[in-house]
């Protein structure tokens, strides 16, 4: 459908002033409000986006110094290199519906103290010993208090052992006994996305966290640099 | 703001020539300049089929789109495409601690031109193997890895210590390793002496490495990226490995 309307005189017509006004009346009514029906398919570029942050925004929080974090609880606990610096990245913002928040986390794991990998489904003390675990949790409030839930989780063990009941590190000692290889020094990723399903504007993402934890409180779990980077994929 | 005709055009009289001729130059001027973009645009009206479309270099392997750059590549572990290491360039000091030297590893490299400031976030996994260490003492060498990059015609290399992961040599592990190096088998200092088969050993070594990392605010200009390895070992390489680059403009 036209936007701008020309009318179509013959030979002879005479023309009267309001048709003539018409076109540029028109345009007129038209360009105080340009929307998808008088642009082209494809017209904007990087250089019509304004800037900064009108498309993705990334969040992020990085550690990337030596200095270990002792992980000995077996409930989740936030990562903290350095005090009072927690692993946490900063949101503060209010997502709109069906809005897409990706989280990307790594980070190296240290030389682990393990004193027992107990590895099986056996109720302990012959439990799953061997196994730490990481979350990454999304606090938010809907205008009342903060609350926590999980974007994942994700599992990992201190040595190579296949299950069994009988193959553990004594404690006798501390050393590996017809166990796996002790694993560090190694590097964890993970990713996660997270859908908001609620109505714009009334919720608020406040932070979100790199949690560990053991299964065992006499292992110990060393964590040295990790990050966690969140983009916000913007409607 | 929006388009206004100069002149009326009255219903009765003569019709005056400079009266439509006003109007169209004027009209000229705003469609060829004069459009604002905050004002003359209604808002929340654009949907994604607005956007310029994704733009293929297949030279240079990227994805162009409004938003930023997407580019990476992977392989699987097939032997041509593995990306070695070596250690042959100081292999009278192959395990010195101070005297890096940093290799850049094969497809693990793109170079990327920033239009404007943008927010980089690079994912990287791969698996590690270093397979031949005859100059030193058996025993885990460990191999640095570390994303680093140039800018422009700035050859310095700036890494980025995100990524510092490792690459530990396979070798019989009955005692503990050298002093020196990062120990993968922590306190103990070594794995079992009492029954560890080798394969258990070799698979606890050869481990996939992954990291992501970002880098907020690189300014416009030209970056080459790599993977780099400090080699303690005379032949490593990463096998299976993939690395994603994707620019945010800002």
Not at chain 2, 110 to 138: K, N
Not at chain 2, 144 to 149: G, S
Request: one cysteine or more; proline letters at 5%; aromatic letters at 12%.
């Amino acid at each position: 459908m036209p936007i701008v309307k020309n009318n179509l005189f013959e030979d002879g017509d005479v023309p009267t002033g309001a048709e003539l006004n018409q076109p540029y009346d028109d345009v007129a009514t038209a360009s105080g409000n340009i929307d998808s029906e008088n642009t082209a398919d494809n017209w904007i570029t990087i250089a019509h986006v304004r800037n900064p942050g009108a498309l993705n925004q990334i969040y992020d929080f990085v550690y990337d110094g030596n200095t270990a974090d002792d992980i000995t609880s077996t409930s989740y606990v936030t990562i903290q290199n350095v005090a009072p610096n927690n692993s946490e990245v900063a949101l503060n913002y209010s997502p709109d519906q069906f809005e897409i928040l990706r989280v990307e986390c790594s980070g190296l794991v240290a030389n682990s103290d393990v004193e027992q990998t107990y590895d099986s489904g056996a109720a302990p003390p012959n439990g799953d010993r061997n196994y730490y675990a990481f979350r990454l949790a999304l606090f938010y409030n809907d205008g009342g208090p903060t609350t926590q839930i999980s974007l994942g989780e994700w599992g990992y063990s201190f040595t190579t052992m296949a299950g069994g009941t009988s193959r553990y590190l004594t404690t006798s000692n501390g050393l590996p006994q017809n166990t796996g290889v002790p694993l560090a020094y190694q590097t964890f990723q993970f990713s996660a996305v997270y859908m908001y399903p609620g109505a714009s504007g009334f919720r608020t993402f406040e932070k979100i966290e790199l949690q560990a934890k053991v299964n065992y409180s006499g292992n110990t779990l060393r964590i040295t640099r990790n990050n966690i980077i969140a983009v916000r994929a913007r409607r | 703001m929006a388009y206004s005709k100069p002149n009326t055009i009255p219903n009765s009289g003569v019709l005056a020539a400079d009266d439509i001729k006003g109007n169209d130059e004027e009209l000229k001027e705003y469609v060829n300049q004069n459009i604002n973009g905050s004002t003359d645009y209604g808002t929340n009206v654009f949907g994604t089929e607005e956007f310029q479309l994704g733009d293929y270099q297949p030279i240079t392997n990227e994805y162009s789109f409004v938003s930023g750059i997407a580019t990476g590549g992977q392989v699987i572990d097939e032997q041509v495409d593995r990306g070695y290491w070596t250690n042959t360039i100081k292999k009278a000091r192959l395990n010195d601690n101070t005297l890096p030297v940093w290799t850049s590893i094969y497809e693990t490299s793109p170079a990327i031109y920033l239009e404007r400031t943008a927010d980089l976030l690079i994912t990287f996994g791969a698996t590690s193997v270093s397979a031949v260490q005859t100059v030193a003492t058996t025993g885990f060498w460990d191999t640095t890895l570390k994303l680093a990059y140039t800018k422009d015609d700035d050859n310095e290399l700036i890494f980025v210590e995100q990524s510092r992961s490792y690459s530990f040599e396979e070798a019989g592990m009955t005692s503990a390793g050298p002093s020196g190096n990062v120990n993968p088998f922590g306190p103990t200092g070594k794995p079992s002496s009492g029954g560890d088969e080798n394969p258990e050993i070799r698979n606890g070594l050869r481990r996939w490495i992954g990291w992501s990392v970002i880098l907020r605010g690189l300014q416009p200009g030209h970056y080459k990226f790599s993977v780099y390895a400090n080699a303690k070992v005379e032949e490593g390489y990463l096998g299976a490995r993939q690395f994603k680059a994707e620019v945010f403009y800002t």
